[in-house]
């Protein structure tokens, strides 16, 4: 099980999004980690009017130097920069929360039963939806089917994502809405429809397959979709992510972040992935990249193939546990190229999600050559996941300034099966962080929430330990775990690089914005295995509080005046 989210001891006093003017202020009597080299550790911090650091010290100095300064004593607390999740999906986030969350269900009959709660709270005739299941989790680990929601929802269409997002699960009703006959021995490019002996569509929609099911779905209004991405925001805050990359914006995610942001609402910094081939890669190329205070888009994300649990990762041979399939590229060769270079040639930066190791040969084989076509691009050219990879294009990655962005806690999430559908020599090159900087490649960490929890804290403490709830003792193939500090660097530093941020946010330097957060223990002094129990009790984004719980009975992080 996941670490609960709120301890007992904790409760929550303010979350605020909407922001009020920038004020400067200072934090005295605080254990500041920077993640600089140049001040890697200092006790007090000073930002000015725009919410840019000004002063890295002691207290003395700060006093000595800004008589006149509002300060605001830590009580002794630990500081860190901001946090920043280098893959993740905020409007997916925010409408997740708006379905059945099926996360916890064990079994059909559990999905079932949260089903029937959620519909207690439809109006006639409104979809069913939800987000979360894995079967890999149940007795039996089968792909359930349509005749196991229909007895209890015959008339009324449901449709589940599977957890990873790359599967979907429909009843007979919702199959009926498809906006194509889905029986016969046909499959879509990059898709697969399971159908039972005679042809018929049993219920599960992989990958771009899931697309007829959800064409025929009513498209959430505007204030569901406001709704969302507020939920969103103040889950996010929470957690002290201060700076997230979207992965798979459309154009009206796109409006709607900027409708936030000229509202002065955007209480995290998001950096936007145009939706590949659609509607945001056209406005991109068209307008130009847009860098906005809170918002910027620069980028486009691409699909090689899809997920390992479901088994539409495109792997070099076939799963061991499934022989015969390989997985799902989603393009050919020449498909993929063509976009690469279209995206380069307008001076975006790529994310292309690959996850088997067919899937990250055929990424890196299409940017190594849409690069050397263009060296007036950018770059910082990412594969998003890189969880299989065969050893020798390891250092290709490296070669090519190819950025990893990886989950560290997709490998603690998929390790109770991932030697079944490889095999063990296939491993070597599975969830290998380690060697990947031993290669020189550069990795941006994230959650890719929600397919997982968006608390960063279970991703270090992923990394670090490669453990859940201390299982297995060791570590999963402990060799590949990263020190504290290597963990921390890809969801600050490395992340803010992987968004060509790094000279605005990533670490407590000044010139740099104040994006900070005050946890409950020192990350350098617990143990490991206590590194997913670290609360957040404050995150600022420069210089403004975005989210504030206090412990009861400790001392509030008080206000000092300005002539003590």
């Not at 670490?3 to 009597?29: E, K, Q």
């Not at 159908?195 to 569901?224: H, S, Y």
């Not at 992510?241 to 955007?266: I, N, P, Q, W």
Request: charged share 25%; hydrophobic share 45%.
């Amino acid at each position: 099980m996941y670490p609960r989210f709120v301890r007992p001891a904790i409760v929550l006093l303010l979350t605020t999004l909407t922001l009020p003017a920038f004020a400067a202020g200072g934090l005295v009597n605080a254990r500041i980690h920077t993640l600089s080299a140049d001040q890697p550790r200092v006790e007090a911090m000073a930002w000015d009017e725009e919410g840019r650091i000004t002063f890295l010290g002691n207290a003395e100095q700060l006093r000595a130097q800004n008589p006149d300064l509002e300060l605001y004593d830590a009580g002794g607390r630990t500081v860190l920069p901001g946090l920043i999740d280098a893959h993740a999906h905020v409007m997916g986030l925010g409408l997740a929360r708006l379905q059945a969350d099926l996360v916890p269900a064990g079994s059909v009959e559990e999905v079932i039963e949260i089903l029937r709660a959620q519909e207690e709270k439809l109006p006639k005739g409104a979809w069913l939806t939800g987000r979360g299941w894995d079967q890999t989790r149940w007795e039996g680990r089968a792909f359930p089917t349509a005749a196991d929601l229909d007895e209890a929802f015959p008339e009324r269409p449901v449709w589940l994502e599977r957890v990873d997002g790359h599967a979907g699960w429909a009843n007979s009703a919702a199959l009926n809405e498809a906006t194509r006959d889905l029986a016969g021995d046909w499959q879509p490019q990059g898709g697969d429809i399971h159908r039972d002996d005679d042809g018929q569509p049993t219920g599960i929609l992989i990958d771009t397959a899931m697309r007829f099911v959800e064409d025929a779905m009513p498209e959430p209004d505007a204030a569901v979709r406001e709704q969302a991405l507020e939920l969103a925001l103040a889950e996010m805050a929470r957690f002290g992510l201060t700076g997230v990359h979207d992965m798979g914006a459309s154009v009206d995610d796109f409006d709607l972040f900027r409708r936030f942001e000229a509202a002065g609402e955007l209480s995290v910094r998001i950096t936007a992935f145009a939706d590949g081939d659609e509607a945001m890669l056209d406005w991109l190329c068209e307008n130009g990249r847009y860098n906005g205070e809170r918002l910027a888009a620069r980028s486009v994300k691409l699909y090689a193939d899809g997920a390992l649990g479901s088994r539409g990762a495109a792997l070099l041979e076939d799963y061991s546990d499934d022989p015969g399939n390989s997985g799902l590229l989603f393009e050919s060769d020449d498909a993929l190229q063509a976009l690469v270079d279209r995206a380069i040639g307008c001076g975006l930066q790529l994310g292309i999600h690959a996850i088997g190791d067919a899937a990250n040969r055929q990424a890196i084989d299409a940017l190594a050559a849409g690069q050397a076509k263009d060296a007036s691009n950018p770059g910082r050219h990412r594969i998003e996941h890189v969880q299989i990879i065969d050893p020798d294009d390891i250092p290709r990655l490296a070669e090519h300034n190819i950025i990893a962005s990886m989950q560290p806690i997709h490998a603690t999430s998929d390790m109770r099966w991932a030697g079944e559908r490889l095999g063990e020599a296939r491993l070597e090159g599975a969830y290998a962080w380690s060697t990947m900087l031993e290669h020189d490649v550069r990795l941006a960490l994230g959650s890719d929430f929600p397919v997982e929890p968006v608390n960063p804290w279970l991703g270090i403490h992923a990394a670090v330990t490669r453990q859940r709830d201390g299982h297995p003792p060791g570590g999963w193939r402990p060799q590949e775990t990263l020190t504290l500090e290597q963990a921390l660097r890809g969801f600050t530093i490395d992340a803010a690089h992987a968004g060509f941020a790094e000279q605005q946010v990533g670490s407590l330097e000044v010139g740099k914005q104040a994006d900070f957060i005050i946890v409950d223990a020192d990350p350098f002094e617990v143990e490991p295995a206590d590194l997913d129990d670290i609360e957040v009790l404050r995150t600022v984004l420069g210089g403004e509080t975005v989210f504030e719980q206090l412990e009861r009975g400790e001392p509030q992080i008080a206000q000092i005046s300005a002539d003590l």
